[in-house]
């Protein structure tokens, strides 16, 4: 059970943490440092829980480790329920902020359009003058390069031991530095799933949050599989 309480415990903070740079202090530090937060607070729980989890805190990264033969099914699906439910208190936490303090200057909103009601929470969203496909391929690509790096850091022949953490961090706040101008950048069910339950609004884009993570996670796992099969066999 520690294991899965790790994992709802570093996922409540991922989105607590993480999304609340956006919420709480967005208007002040920008695109640019909403992504360096992602990535800071991902590397301090990967050294925080790494041991006792993985500190997988995604789905999409359960996933890939399920495709990759380093988890049961059974095992996988208990991480995700953990991380929906810690992304779940995440949002509830922050949703709390908002509601005590209605006159501060929140961020992580994006304005009503379509079929949208206002998203507020840093809800994943596709934002004004993006669409749906673009936000997909982004969400596909973007998981796909951040859980290859998540397969390769942690690698227990091929990996890089303490530094893994470094490396996993950096990519989280890479990705987002890079997506959040499409659509908050997800690469992670939870960390959408989250805020989507106290902002309805976000429902309609969710599905894209899911597909997309998910269909990434399949090519990391199908391309370091075969990297990886490369280099136990000593080809360059």
């Not at 202090?25 to 993985?54: D, W």
């Not at 884009?205 to 990391?220: K, T, Y």
């Amino acid at each position: 059970m520690r294991k899965y309480f790790a994992e709802c415990v570093g996922t409540m903070f991922l989105v607590l943490l993480a999304c609340g740079s956006a919420v709480l202090a967005g208007p002040v530090i920008g695109g640019l440092g909403i992504g360096l937060c992602f990535g800071l607070v991902l590397l301090c729980l990967v050294y925080c829980i790494g041991n006792i989890s993985g500190c997988h805190v995604n789905p999409a990264v359960s996933f890939a480790m399920f495709l990759s033969g380093k988890m049961r099914f059974g095992e996988m699906c208990g991480y995700v329920v953990a991380q929906l439910v810690g992304a779940a208190i995440g949002a509830g936490f922050l949703y709390w902020f908002v509601e005590m303090a209605p006159g501060f200057n929140f961020g992580g909103t994006t304005a009503a359009y379509g079929s949208h009601g206002a998203c507020d929470l840093a809800a994943n969203v596709v934002q004004v003058g993006a669409s749906g496909g673009m936000a997909l391929l982004a969400e596909c690509l973007l998981t796909f390069f951040f859980v290859l790096v998540v397969l390769g850091a942690t690698d227990g022949k091929l990996g890089f031991g303490k530094f893994a953490g470094l490396a996993i961090g950096l990519a989280l706040g890479l990705v987002n530095i890079v997506g959040i101008p499409v659509d908050n950048c997800s690469v992670n069910p939870a960390r959408s799933f989250g805020p989507a339950l106290w902002c309805p609004g976000a429902w309609p884009d969710f599905w894209i949050m899911v597909v997309g993570p998910l269909v990434g996670a399949v090519l990391a796992a199908l391309c370091w599989r075969f990297l990886s099969d490369d280099r136990s066999a000593g080809v360059e």
